[in-house]
């Protein structure tokens, strides 16, 4: 069924019923099609001032009901439906080529009134995931997580796993730590893979060193969670020192943890083999068609991977998953 932009069908239930109706049938009146279908006469009378209105039906001069060949009056309608969704569409471009000024303007805003977000907010449970959504989308910069379980969270709800690919394959760097003990948890290889496949760098700390789970959005706040049994949920936090303060909490984590692919076995299969196809000599094009992902995925992970085990070029990285291990030895 076909629907305009601004929602419902083009052409109702009982409208299209009754055109099908004539369609199949020989020429007759309202109240002989009203019988045939079962309906009243008003029922039927609604139903074709409808097909009327769309110019899909007519009545002629003896009352009976009129239609042409679809190829021609749905032709027609459907072409009037495209264009004005490419007019909707025009009106869309528009609207988001503006959004960049509209930024400007709120911006502008703030600096002659003052902050209009109040620096400390209590966020409910049920909150969090349109706050990470509203935080995803307002917020540039880097994107750093400390998450102590993969269970639960907002990152699940399936609006904000859309909104974080949409920032990972903007090219936004995404930087996670995970507990070290959820390496062999089956939901770590559904949950935490595809986020590395989406470009979040991953890394991991034994469990007791992880204390707080937060997020620090580029500079516009910090979603840190509030594990309380009274009142548990999250806070969120803008001030430029707390936001500070994080960062450099996180820097130091970072620094601690160890890359997923140092955990040998556990190391995601897609990975081990892209490090493979490296090892035999295949370029970045080959790989890309082996692994069935596009050149700029197989280059920004073969630079996260020369990032992680701090690597300046492709033969340091190879030296550095060989002292660990990763790869078979016929591979190697």
Do not use: C
Not at 261 to 278: D, H, I, M, R, Y
Request: net charge negative.
């Amino acid at each position: 069924m076909i629907s305009p932009p601004g929602g419902g069908p083009v052409l109702p239930p009982d409208a299209e019923r009754l055109y099908r109706h004539a369609l199949r049938a020989a020429p007759a009146g309202l109240t002989e099609h009203a019988g045939e279908l079962g309906w009243s006469v008003d029922e039927t009378e609604l139903a074709l001032a409808d097909l009327e209105r769309l110019r899909l039906a007519r009545r002629g001069p003896d009352g009976t009901v009129r239609v042409d060949d679809p190829r021609a009056s749905v032709g027609r309608l459907l072409d009037g439906q495209e264009a004005e969704l490419d007019e909707r569409r025009r009106q869309l471009l528009a609207l988001r080529g503006s959004l960049e000024s509209f930024e400007l303007d709120f911006r502008q805003g703030l600096q002659l009134s003052g902050p209009r977000l109040p620096p400390w907010e209590a966020v409910a449970p049920s909150e969090a995931s349109a706050a990470v959504d509203h935080l995803l989308r307002t917020s540039d910069g880097p994107l750093l997580q400390v998450s102590r379980r993969i269970e639960t969270g907002p990152g699940h709800e399936e609006g904000v796993r859309r909104q974080f690919e949409e920032v990972t394959a903007s090219g936004r760097a995404v930087l996670t730590i995970f507990p070290s003990s959820v390496l062999p948890n089956p939901l770590w290889l559904q949950f935490a893979q595809h986020r590395a496949a989406a470009g979040e760098q991953q890394r991991y700390l034994p469990d007791g060193e992880l204390r707080v789970e937060f997020g620090v959005f580029g500079s516009s706040g910090v979603l840190l969670e509030h594990d309380d049994d009274r009142e548990p949920g999250y806070l969120l936090m803008r001030p430029a020192s707390v936001i500070r303060a994080f960062v450099t909490l996180f820097e130091e984590l970072w620094r601690r943890a160890e890359p997923v692919l140092a955990q040998g076995p556990s190391a995601p299969a897609q990975t081990v083999k892209l490090l493979e196809l490296l090892a035999l000599g295949f370029k970045d094009e080959a790989i890309a068609r082996q692994l069935g992902l596009s050149l700029r995925t197989v280059r920004r992970r073969i630079s996260v991977l020369m990032d992680e085990h701090g690597a300046d070029t492709r033969f340091q990285l190879g030296l550095a998953v060989s002292r660990r291990g990763l790869l078979r030895a016929d591979r190697r």
